[in-house]
């Protein structure tokens, strides 16, 4: 038998999984911060530092994240690593993206809160960034500390590709569908071929200062 293709998907035994739909796209590995005020979602926090779980992030296509909203298929499950509580009621929480997934159906609770039979997606094994990409992870080295506490003592892997990758898609100035598809792509050197793609264009749409 011949081995898969480089990043070909996987996907493995579905799971119902609590979603929360916001108009963020969240990373494996990547950062997660919160205010929670709403019923529904402050029950779903309690439930998962209770059992340990993790919750759905979904990027919202159509709507807000208050009330209802329209959200796109594959998501990043959520960690969550540390909870504070803020003025006025509000409950903050700190997370980090776990594993990519795809919904396969939805259902909705009584209290509001949307569940939804989650595949797991494998990630590919990991593969070097080429020579022709290496901008991409020295960009990557040098953007990092200036973004303070958010990344402070991640570990670099600046000879991971997918990492990179995700990295770059979380923090360059991308358009929601720009990050969106970056995520749902398997091969992570495709991605990052994307993301120079993407770089090139946020150079030509950004003013000169100068000019």
């Not at 579905?14 to 108009?23: D, K, R, S, V």
């Not at 990344?151 to 991308?174: H, K, N, Q, T």
Request: charged fraction near 25%; include cysteine.
């Amino acid at each position: 038998m011949s081995d898969p293709p480089r990043g070909a998907s996987e996907l493995h035994a579905a799971e119902e999984i609590a979603l929360f739909p916001l108009n963020t796209v969240l990373f494996p590995g990547g950062p997660l911060e919160v205010r929670i005020f709403e019923p529904r979602y402050l029950d779903m926090i309690r439930a998962a530092l209770k059992s340990g779980s993790e919750f759905g992030v979904l990027q919202i296509r159509a709507g807000g994240e208050v009330g209802p909203a329209e959200t796109v298929d594959v998501g990043t499950s959520a960690r969550i690593v540390d909870f504070y509580q803020l003025p006025g009621g509000l409950l903050g929480i700190t997370c980090r993206g776990a594993r990519r997934f795809r919904i396969a159906s939805r259902r909705q609770q009584r209290d509001g809160l949307n569940l939804g039979m989650a595949q797991w997606l494998a990630e590919p094994a990991q593969v070097p960034v080429p020579a022709r990409l290496e901008r991409l992870a020295r960009l990557v080295q040098a953007l990092l500390p200036e973004l303070g506490d958010t990344y402070a003592g991640m570990e670099l892997r600046l000879d991971d590709a997918c990492w990179v990758g995700y990295r770059l898609s979380e923090i360059l100035p991308l358009r929601p569908s720009e990050r969106q598809r970056s995520l749902e792509l398997e091969d992570p050197l495709e991605r990052l071929e994307l993301i120079e793609t993407f770089s090139a264009s946020l150079r030509e749409r950004t003013p000169d200062p100068g000019a």
